[in-house]
């Protein structure tokens, strides 16, 4: 199999599983920023008054716009149309969800395809060292 694999190819490969697995990660930061951002409460009065809620807001809104820019990253190159839709639609409760959920299934499927096990936090860089290796090796001999 990567035998027919070429250098770009390789290279999109490579592409697609690097952001697909900086999407997964970015998604776990949306939810720790989102978690703790959450103002706490103590017997009814607010607390956090110091500027750390703030502080939250701002680094969820800077998480979310890297997501929304991986996430037309990786639209455009699964080579699905009209890519800053997708980017769009990360900003939009619940749909969010759903094109994460398409854009997930569809990067997974696409690295199985090439061998590439996908895991809790995305694919298995290693595995696409592998087959970088493997087709280094076949070009070689």
């Known amino acids: 199999m ?3 694999l070429s250098h770009d190819d390789l290279q999109r490969i490579r592409s697609i599983a690097t952001t697909y697995r900086t999407l997964v990660l970015l998604v776990g930061a949306q939810w720790v920023t989102g978690w703790l951002g959450k103002p706490s409460y103590h017997l009814g009065e607010p607390t956090g ?7 939250f807001i701002v680094a969820a809104f800077a998480v979310a716009c890297i997501l929304a820019w991986k996430g037309y990253q990786l639209a455009a190159l699964l080579g699905r149309s009209a890519p800053v839709i997708w980017a769009i639609g990360m900003f939009i409760p619940l749909i969010n969800l759903l094109c994460l959920g398409l854009l997930s299934s569809a990067s997974q499927a696409f690295c199985k395809q090439h061998g590439i096990r996908v895991g809790f936090f995305g694919p298995d860089m290693d595995d696409v060292a592998r ?4 087709a280094r090796d076949t070009q070689s001999s």
């Open 2 to 4: 990567t035998a027919a």
């Open 49 to 55: 008054g110091d500027g750390f809620g703030a502080l």
């Open 131 to 134: 087959l970088e290796r493997e």
